[in-house]
């Protein structure tokens, strides 16, 4: 992995290329639409709807572009084709137990612009990943939460 590029996993890459076209294609139409209807209402200084309809379009071009440089900038790791065994590397499947609670929990290690902990994607470099890195299926570890010490036992690790 080059350290020059940010990682990008296969599966992240195909998320935000569908994500990119739908904002190029039908979502750009419809904010183009919605501006344009807005500024035939006539006195564009009083007039709120087009204001946030410009807004919008105007935080759609933003993604569009944050989308086209992750893309064009970041370098794809096929997480299929990686062979590190049971340890822990970009990609992983990591199923970890919480050794004071017994909660157990999943994460994927993914790039930074491709992490969503509401999905348990986590960036590589989180604390958490920059914790899980290099270790293996049985090791325990202490990690330091914002609520506390946790201590996790690595209770399984797969690459899909």
Same mark, same amino acid.
């Given at each position: 992995?080059?350290?020059?590029?940010?990682?990008?996993?296969?599966?992240?890459?195909?998320?935000?290329?569908?994500?990119?076209?739908?904002?190029?294609?039908?979502?750009?139409?419809?904010?183009?639409?919605?501006?344009?209807?807005?500024?035939?209402?006539?006195?564009?200084?009083?007039?709120?709807?087009?204001?946030? =309809? %410009?807004? /919008?379009? &105007?935080?759609? @071009? #933003?993604?569009?572009? +944050?989308?086209? *440089?992750?893309?064009?900038?970041?370098?794809?790791?096929?997480?299929?084709?990686?062979?590190?065994?049971?340890?822990?590397?970009?990609?992983?499947?990591?199923?970890?137990?919480?050794?004071?609670?017994?909660?157990?929990?999943?994460?994927?290690?993914?790039?930074?612009?491709?992490?969503?902990?509401?999905?348990?994607?986590?960036?590589?470099?989180?604390?958490? =990943? %920059?914790? /899980?890195? &290099?270790?293996? @299926? #049985?090791?325990?570890? +202490?990690?330091? *939460?914002?609520?506390?010490?946790?201590?996790?036992?690595?209770?399984?690790?797969?690459?899909?």
């Amino acid at each position: 992995m080059s350290s020059t590029r940010p990682p990008l996993t296969r599966k992240g890459a195909d998320r935000l290329r569908a994500e990119l076209e739908q904002l190029k294609g039908p979502k750009r139409q419809e904010l183009i639409n919605a501006v344009a209807e807005a500024r035939a209402h006539g006195d564009l200084k009083e007039n709120a709807e087009y204001h946030a =309809a %410009r807004e /919008l379009h &105007g935080f759609n @071009e #933003g993604r569009i572009n +944050e989308l086209e *440089a992750a893309l064009s900038n970041s370098e794809v790791i096929d997480t299929e084709r990686l062979n590190p065994g049971k340890k822990i590397v970009f990609g992983a499947i990591v199923d970890l137990v919480d050794l004071d609670s017994d909660a157990e929990v999943t994460y994927t290690i993914v790039g930074d612009i491709e992490a969503d902990i509401k999905q348990n994607l986590i960036a590589v470099s989180s604390p958490i =990943a %920059r914790a /899980l890195i &290099g270790k293996m @299926e #049985g090791d325990e570890f +202490e990690f330091k *939460a914002p609520n506390g010490l946790r201590n996790y036992e690595i209770t399984g690790v797969r690459y899909s």
